[in-house]
């Protein structure tokens, strides 16, 4: 899966469209967690997202149970 068939999933769920990334981050992490999407294309949308600018909001970083290096 890629990130325009994405879209289109996005869009037959949610009867709109969008471009932003985050959001169909957000989409793509719910489909994975409900079985909709295997892990490989999960990594791979997650992968392709982030290049096209995708982040985790800062409120999920501070509740991580990953360390952060401090600078």
Do not use: C, W
């Not at 969008?18 to 909709?36: C, G, P, Q, R, S």
């Not at 999407?37 to 999920?60: C, F, H, M, S, T």
């Amino acid at each position: 899966m890629n990130v325009l068939e994405l879209k289109s999933k996005f869009i037959q769920s949610r009867d709109y469209t969008t471009d932003d990334v985050n959001t169909l981050m957000d989409f793509a992490k719910k489909a994975y967690i409900h079985n909709e999407i295997n892990i490989k294309d999960y990594r791979l949308l997650v992968r392709e997202l982030e290049i096209q600018g995708a982040v985790i909001p800062d409120q999920y970083k501070e509740n991580s149970l990953i360390e952060h290096s401090k600078l």
